[in-house]
């Protein structure tokens, strides 16, 4: 009697614990880590290249729909699924070593974009169908995918500005292209509002690009660093000379000069645009000019990215999010009063290239955004056209 | 000195096995053997050299892997000097990245560099590159797989062929 008391309690106990056990891994998907998942739609995703330009041109808007794009659409729903999921987790890891400095490996952003593009097909069929607030939705979830890829190095931040970049085109689209229902806008403003708690910026990149330089200015590491991040030449056959040679005060008086000049390229991606777009393009040029007389810029010159270039990105990506905060406001006026404003609401966004609002003006067909970028030896004019249907 | 007798001694049982005499040609013997042939080559010499012996130069040019060789060079100088007349051509920068290992190909200064050369298309055609050897994945991995590797047959597994 005993002994079938104590198996029924030993049958007890070890049911508990299977329970125990098999309940963190019922609830195991999705994962914590949003980088897993992005892992698996890059391993899982076959390179489209038979069908890849024309995801381009249909998500444009330059073709229409066709039982190839469909069909390949339907065939990696599971893709699409498993990054949506991906997009609604906050916390992404793609576990860097970043003790490797600027050696860094990096992901495989390219599939990122590749990733984009079937997203952005997916929203614009979403659009076809005339679910407008899907469409809106997927392109939300790239936002914030791009968000994930944004970590420390400066790719990883470029290739997130491109996606950014890519779906502004695909909104300014639906918006152009759908009714104005006041609850869609309301919906997509708040989404943005959201969005910008955690806006998209350029300055994690740039901390670690400094930090990750220093890792680098080491006798162990920098002469892989000059061989990967400078062209065959003199310039490289000279650096890796002086490294030869190189004793502990060289490298502490790189390490300075690579701090004191970090110090003015983050400086100078807070100054107003056209005085940061001087202040850059000399920067790209200081090292390469003092490189032949100062050896203590030797290795700025290997590890300095082109700063101007990606300043023009930062700002133009900027300038565009902006201009699409201000349109949805200006659309959900139209929604609300039945006509477009005579003039901008107060407190939309301003131009980051003049530090003003965008100049606006309706056209025959919706409206448009004008802004004013001044460089140094130019006045370049952009603009954002909407168009409001009928 | 037994060394060099031993050899010497070699020799001699060599040249015993085999006729290590160099042969000599004896013209007049030959002529007396092949009448023919030497008529034969008696008219050809009155002929003249050009009939007797084939053009060098003709042959080479008639040959087909000259006229390929011929071709490759008309190519190559065409688009040599078709680059060189061009300057803005000449000073574009390359984007081809000098290749590495896959490794080095997608380190964060490598991609700068090539952000530096070509913008964001040249950063994913190297990432394209770099992760390329990596190759197509497994379509599905089945138990029985599994196993055949545990046992040590690995012929129909696709896991042990990457």
Redesign the interface.
């Known amino acids: 009697m005993k002994t079938i008391r104590s198996k029924k309690i030993t049958m007890a106990i070890f049911a508990v614990l299977v329970l125990l056990v098999s309940s963190p891994s019922l609830s195991a998907y999705p994962p914590e880590n949003a980088a897993v998942l992005y892992y698996k739609a890059f ?2 995703y076959e ?1 489209p290249d038979n069908i890849g330009p024309m995801l381009w041109d249909y998500w444009k808007g330059n073709i229409k729909s066709n039982e190839k794009i469909e069909e390949f659409l339907k065939k990696n729903r599971r893709i699409i699924d498993i990054v949506l999921d991906a997009t609604r987790i906050d916390h992404c890891d793609w576990g860097l070593d970043y003790s ?1 400095g ?5 992901p ?3 599939k990122a ?1 590749d990733i984009f593009a079937l997203l952005a097909a997916e929203a614009r069929m979403q659009a076809d169908r005339g679910d407008y607030r899907k469409a809106l939705g997927r392109c939300i979830s790239i936002y914030r995918m791009a968000r994930h890829l944004n970590e420390r ?3 990883c931040y ?2 997130g500005t ?1 996606i950014n970049d890519a779906t502004h085109n695909c909104i300014t689209r639906f918006l152009s292209e759908m009714p104005q229902d006041i609850d869609t806008l309301t919906w997509l403003r708040d989404e943005l509002a959201e969005l910008d708690k955690k806006p998209y910026s350029v300055k994690p990149a740039l901390r670690w690009k400094r930090e ?1 330089g220093i890792i ?1 200015m080491s006798p162990e590491r920098i002469g892989g ?1 000059v061989k ?5 030449g003199p310039t490289k056959k000279k650096a890796l000379e002086r490294i030869r040679t190189a004793n502990q005060q060289f490298f502490a008086k790189n390490i300075a000069y690579w701090n004191d000049y970090m110090d003015s390229v983050e400086a100078a991606f807070d100054l107003p645009y056209p005085q940061a777009y001087s202040m850059l393009q000399w920067l790209d040029e200081k090292p390469s000019k003092e490189f032949g007389e100062n050896p203590d810029a030797t290795l700025t010159v ?2 300095a ?2 700063w101007q ?1 990606i300043y023009v990105q930062h700002v133009r990506l900027e300038a565009k999010s902006n201009a699409i905060r201000t349109a949805v406001d200006v659309y959900l006026t139209k929604a609300a009063t039945g006509r477009l404003p005579k003039s901008l609401p107060a407190g939309v966004a301003s131009d980051p290239y003049t530090g003003k609002s965008f100049q606006y003006a309706k056209t025959a067909d919706g409206f448009v955004l004008r802004g004013q970028a001044k460089n140094i030896d130019k006045v370049t004019f952009h603009q954002y056209e909407f168009k409001v249907k009928k | 000195m037994n060394k060099q007798r031993n050899e010497k001694r070699l020799d001699e049982l060599i040249s015993q096995t085999i006729n290590t005499v160099k042969p000599r040609f004896d013209a007049e013997k030959w002529k007396q053997k092949y009448p023919d042939e030497f008529q034969s080559l008696l008219s050809r010499a009155a002929k003249g050299d050009s009939v007797r012996r084939p053009n060098i130069l003709k042959v080479i040019l008639k040959s087909p892997l000259t006229k390929i060789a011929a071709a490759a060079v008309i190519i190559l100088a065409v688009s040599f000097f078709s680059t060189h007349q061009d300057p803005g051509e000449q000073e574009r920068p390359k984007i081809v990245e000098v290749t590495k290992s896959p490794v080095e190909m997608v380190t964060a200064i490598s991609l700068e560099r090539a952000f530096r050369r070509g913008g964001i298309e040249a950063v994913e055609k190297q990432c394209k590159q770099a992760f390329k050897p990596i190759g197509p994945q497994p379509r599905s991995l089945s138990v029985e797989q599994i196993l055949a590797e545990f046992n040590g047959d690995g012929k129909s597994s696709e896991r042990t062929r990457l």
């Not at chain 1, 990967?228 to 065959?232: I, K, P, R, T």
């Open positions: 391993m899982l390179s490797q600027t050696e860094v490996l990096l495989p952003h390219h974009r190095p400066i790719i470029l290739v491109a990750a680098s660093v990967s991040g400078l062209d065959d290997a590890c990215p082109p270039r």
